[in-house]
């Protein structure tokens, strides 16, 4: 069975920092890219940052461009999204997803390349 768990969420002040990280479970998470959404109430949900499968290549929302970075660690099958100066804007549920690397396919935002999700984890941010 396949399981991505989130963890690292809270409430923070506008400027703060959080880490979100994410473990993988039942699959080889060097053969999948990984990426990062969220959603907040009301909203579509949004691609944040993705990575690929050995982590030459990034791709970041333009809201969150400069101030969160994507990073994983394949031996310990986990995968990070350190954020930076958050802002009231970033509430939302952060999701963690795993796609299945096919050759030559790039990290991608786009959440129908995706297959395994996590449960997310709540991300809020006062001014």
């Known amino acids: 069975q396949v399981r991505l768990d989130e963890s690292g969420g809270g409430s923070v002040q506008a400027g703060d920092s959080l880490r979100l990280s994410c473990i993988v479970t039942g699959v080889s998470a060097s053969n999948y890219h990984m990426a990062w959404f969220r959603q907040a109430p009301g909203k579509e949900r949004e691609g944040v940052a993705a990575?690929?499968?050995?982590?030459?290549?990034?791709d970041y929302a333009d809201s969150v461009q400069g101030r969160f970075t994507i990073s994983r660690n394949n031996g310990k099958a986990m995968v990070f999204l350190q954020m930076n100066n958050l802002k009231p804007e970033d509430t939302a549920i952060y999701y963690c997803?795993?796609?299945?690397?096919?050759?030559?396919?790039?990290?991608?935002?786009?959440?129908?390349?995706?297959?395994?999700w996590g449960q997310g984890t709540q991300v809020t941010v006062s001014s």
């Open positions: 997803a795993a796609g299945r690397y096919i050759f030559a396919s790039p990290a991608t935002r786009d959440p129908t390349k995706y297959e395994y």
């Open positions: 990575i690929s499968f050995g982590s030459a290549g990034k």
